[in-house]
Nanobody
Framework: QLQLVESGGGLVQPGGSLRLSCAAS????????VAWFRQAPGKEREAVSC????????NYEDSAKGRFTISRDNANNTVSLEMNSLKAEDAAVYYC?????????????WGKGTLVTVSS
């Protein structure tokens, strides 16, 4: 069964850091680009970042630039999102998704999300 599972969410204070992970089962993640999305309550889902299958290219949306870092460990079939200097507006459910390329509207597989809460 193809499955993406996110982990690492939680409660963090403004200015703090979290590291999210996306693990795959039934799917060789190294064959896919992996993207992170987020959805805050009452808002549409938005793309955050993407990394190509080889890890050779990354993309960050403006909200993530300079604060978030996406990386992958193909040997362990995981992709991570390191989030620093978190702000209240970063609070959301974060999802990872996989597709052949970093095309945000063409993701094939999705995880169920992990909740990030930013609050003092």
């Amino acid at each position: 069964q193809l499955q993406l599972v996110e982990s690492g969410g939680g409660l963090v204070q403004p200015g703090g850091s979290l590291r999210l992970s996306c693990a795959a089962s039934g799917l060789t993640l190294s064959y896919y680009a992996v993207a992170w999305f987020r959805q805050a309550p009452g808002k549409e889902r938005e793309a955050v970042s993407c990394i190509t299958s080889s890890g050779g290219h990354t993309n960050y949306e403006d909200s993530a630039k300079g604060r978030f870092t996406i990386s992958r460990d193909n040997a362990n079939n995981t992709v991570s999102l390191e989030m620093n200097s978190l702000k209240a507006e970063d609070a959301a459910v974060y999802y990872c998704a996989a597709a052949p390329y970093c095309l945000y509207d063409r993701m094939h597989y999705w995880g169920k999300g992990t909740l990030v809460t930013v609050s003092s």
